[in-house]
T-cell receptor, first 116, second 110 residues
Framework: EAGVTQFPSHSVIEKGQTVTLRCDPI?????LYWYRRVMGKEIKFLLH????????ESGMPNNRFLAERTGGTYSTLKVQPAELEDSGVYFC??????????????FGPGTRLTVL | RKEVEQDPGPFNVPEGATVAFNCTYS??????FFWYRQDCRKEPKLLMS???SGNEDGRFTAQLNRASQYISLLIRDSKLSDSATYLC???????????FGKGTKLSVKP
């Protein structure tokens, strides 16, 4: 079974530019999450989709970040315009809750974003 | 105070040693608990969920203490390949987001 995939693996952009990150969850997983790890800090939650609906976007830093999940399959996270503090690794995770296993989330390899 | 706290380490242990990590959480409403393993510049990989009754998977044992609000991970007979950062994660709701600690770094030496 294919895992969570993310594209691109790395992105280097200049301040003020736009970047779009993509996440393909594990097939059949309704829950999709975006997280971010800034250097030296813990992994922090950004937002959560259930199918195509935003369930919780309380972790989104500001309105420069826009996430979509049209059709309830893959998701995109756009940063426009990017700022220096947006640099970090953006992880996507997906899950399909199971009564016994709980909500085990499986992570993609991440996109390393560097804003210069 | 952080919602999930871990000793950052590093824990430097010889091969074959037993090592234990603790993780404390502050929100008593937390429902689900997990240990993840993260290798350098890689994604977190789910190591094990932590159940109220405790659970074991080979050399790894996880325990939950709700009264004291901590979870633990015990690794027996450490291998060189166990060297990684171990992340504790807590989930407040049944489907909600994970709250992570900063991780504990383990280095197993020959």
């Amino acid at each position: 079974e294919a895992g969570v995939t993310q594209f691109p693996s790395h992105s280097v952009i200049e301040k003020g530019q736009t970047v779009t990150l993509r996440c393909d969850p594990i097939s059949g997983h309704d829950n999709l999450y975006w997280y971010r790890r800034v250097m030296g800090k813990e992994i922090k939650f950004l937002l959560h989709f259930v199918k195509e609906s935003k369930q919780d976007e309380s972790g989104m830093p500001n309105n420069r970040f826009l996430a979509e999940r049209t059709g309830g399959t893959y998701s995109t996270l756009k940063v426009q315009p990017a700022e220096l503090e947006d640099s970090g690794v953006y992880f996507c995770a997906s899950s399909q809750p199971d009564r016994d296993a709980g909500n085990e989330q499986f992570f993609g390899p991440g996109t390393r974003l560097t804003v210069l | 105070r952080k919602e999930v706290e871990q000793d950052p380490g590093p824990f430097n242990v010889p091969e074959g040693a037993t090592v234990a990590f603790n993780c404390t959480y502050s929100n008593s409403a937390s429902q689900s608990f997990f240990w993840y393993r993260q290798d350098c510049r890689k994604e977190p990989k789910l190591l094990m969920s932590v159940y109220s009754s405790g659970n074991e998977d080979g050399r790894f044992t996880a325990q939950l203490n709700r009264a004291s609000q901590y979870i633990s991970l015990l690794i027996r007979d450490s291998k060189l390949s166990d060297s990684a950062t171990y992340l504790c994660a807590v989930n407040r709701g049944s489907q909600g987001n994970l709250i992570f600690g900063k991780g504990t770094k383990l280095s197993v030496k020959p």
